[in-house]
């Protein structure tokens, strides 16, 4: 019993071959077509290799995928709610046959694994988002991925691993299944409570964790997602740095941490079901599932995308196929009379309890304001503030978007020297002259090349912004679309500012300061935004201004009061 519990479908898979046959699959796979994997098709093969996803021997195949779409079932009958599969583009499966041998690689060209094909197919992809996540919005996060990254081929055979995807992070953190089940057993764990998170934990974690391993008399296992999560959620470094320091908190010897590479795919209830099927294989004998376990938020328009209780309820209806109990997570809260926190169901609805959202916690790291000590510890906070520096310590992007002609340079450069009269951060000015003479010296002014000189631009400044410092970018970007691109690569690591300069053309023409816009008139240059070319006017900066109306000092000087009052200058 307890941590012996067999595996999902009966054995505990282990698909890596021994080191000599390695050493000549490595040799013979010279010869085959090699595909390298995506960062989300590398933790699939991770698990898939070490027996986390047991019984599964490979990539599903068509006859697979199907039953498991339609019937949350292998066709052996075995539950299994999660298709895991391996999409390829169309050149590299065009040559492929069933029979042909593929070679496996990590983005450096590491063989990971060779698959012997046994299916190709085209997925229907709104089909396996119904069945799957139960809706085709694009604001599921699993959704989207599969209708615009996913690839449209999937091919499906079994795995022979070579070599395990390397990890330079946490080693000391990094189990197999097999070296869990063995620590279990060296420890004399013999019920063991897993707790899966993709979040940092604080006190009320802390508290209904100790609880759930308390009420069913077991150890606990903190088994945080290091994979992939949902976009936005801290980074696993930081993650797993916070948990470290939650686990002091709790008595000696009742608790371990162990991270799982997992690719999560925030389907919510099948969701749940194959975290219990996970850690069943890694010896855990309970889940704690709490209420809108991997959710992914809400939808389009704004309802959320499962019931509360959706996963516990389908956790129950699967009870006989899991072999791992569910324990149900209680909403803990913070009652301020007695300093300590309580289930919330236990609690006269007249109690005052204290809460601190999600949002709330993020304004308070943003603002640099006091974080309680009844709502985490001091250590996770240190850390959380390490990577969340209040606004006025992150970087940011300036991005003036206009015509030729509109005043963008003239206003980012006043901008840029009154803030280094500020000082505190360094300022990297990104004109579109500049940057044509050194980043982008080969690029013309069709739509593809501007594209690319502003993805560079927008790569530059979000590498700046993430190390702290202030880019200011002045060029055109005619384009909403790559403005949007850039926005978003930015705004992962600061803040982003759009200022449109709206300066009307008649102006811009009038001034015609290096005499581009005669020649475009002219026709001697063609292709001349405003002209010949389009210009996409930004729908929602943050700010627009007209330089017609007021002088470079005045605007830059608005930019300015417009920083302090989104909180990145003080
Ligand atoms: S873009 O569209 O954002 O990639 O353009 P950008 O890199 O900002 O470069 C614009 C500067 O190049 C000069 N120039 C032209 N602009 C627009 N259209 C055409 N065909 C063109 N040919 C040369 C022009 O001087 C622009 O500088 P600014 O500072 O905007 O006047």
Redesign the pocket.
Known sequence: MGAFKKPHGGELKNLYLGTEAAAAEKQRSMDYPSWDLTARQMCDIELLLNGAFSPLEGFLTEAEYDAVCDNMRLPSGVLWPMPITLDVNDTFAEPLSESSIIALRDPEGVLIATMTVESIYRPDKSREAKTVFGTTDKKHPGVAHLMDTAHATYIGGKLRGVEAPIHYDFKHLRDTPQELRDRFVKLGWRKVVAFQTRNPMHRAHQELTFRAARDVEANLLIHPVVGMTKPGDVDHFTRVRCIEKILNHYPEQTTAMSLLPLAMRMAGPREAVWHAIIRKNYGCTHLIVGRDHAGPGNDSNGEPFYGPYDAQELMVQCADDLDISMVPFRNMVYVEDQAQYQPQDELAPEVKTLNISGTELRRRLQEGLEIPEWFSFPEVVAELRKTHPPRHRQGFTVFFTGL??SG??TVANALMVKLMEIGGRHVTMLD??V??KHLSSELG?SKEH?DL??QRIGYVASEITKNGGIAICA????YAATRKNVRAMVEQYGGFLEVHVATPIEVCEQRDR?G?YAKARAGI?????GIS?PYEAPENPEMSIDTSELTPDLTAHRVLVKLESMGFIR
């Open positions: 030729s002609g963008k340079s579109g002259d940057v044509r002014f501007r000189n502003i060029p055109i970007a005619p290096k581009l240059i063609k292709e001349f935004t070319d």
